[in-house]
């Protein structure tokens, strides 16, 4: 009886593991409002790339044998290559355009409150 609870107990405190959680978006990092699971043999990845004057990106999960590794594809007939940047922790491949924004602003709202000390 003692074995029972034991093992009830210490079941208790398994909790079922959850996939890594990452922003899955495409060809812009402004409008990355997706976000994905990852399975279990995956990480969140994140490529850019310029082709004809454009930033191309994309993120989202994928297996980690593609991470560091060069990936092509093609933009209207032209193509282009973009290597693979893997992390692993929920939503470390977030949009640089949102973090940039949010360092802009804190400078302007810096230089504001300054002007009228």
């Known amino acids: 009886m003692k074995l029972l609870f034991l093992a009830t107990f210490l079941a208790s405190f398994i909790v079922p593991a959850t996939g890594l959680k990452c922003f899955q978006c495409g060809i812009s990092t402004s409008i990355c409002l997706f976000k994905a699971t990852c399975d279990a043999d995956e ?15 994309s993120s989202g999960c994928t297996s980690t044998d593609k991470c560091g590794k060069e990936f092509a594809d093609s933009l209207a007939g032209v193509t282009y290559k ?5 992390c692993n922790y929920d939503y470390c491949n977030g949009a640089a355009a949102v973090k940039l924004s949010l360092v802009t ?7 504001w409150l300054t002007s009228y000390l």
Do not use: H
């Open 43 to 57: 990480q969140c990845f994140s490529r850019n790339s310029t082709a004809l004057g454009f930033t191309v990106f």
């Open 82 to 86: 973009m290597t693979t940047t893997c």
């Open 105 to 111: 602003g804190s400078i302007v709202a810096l230089a």
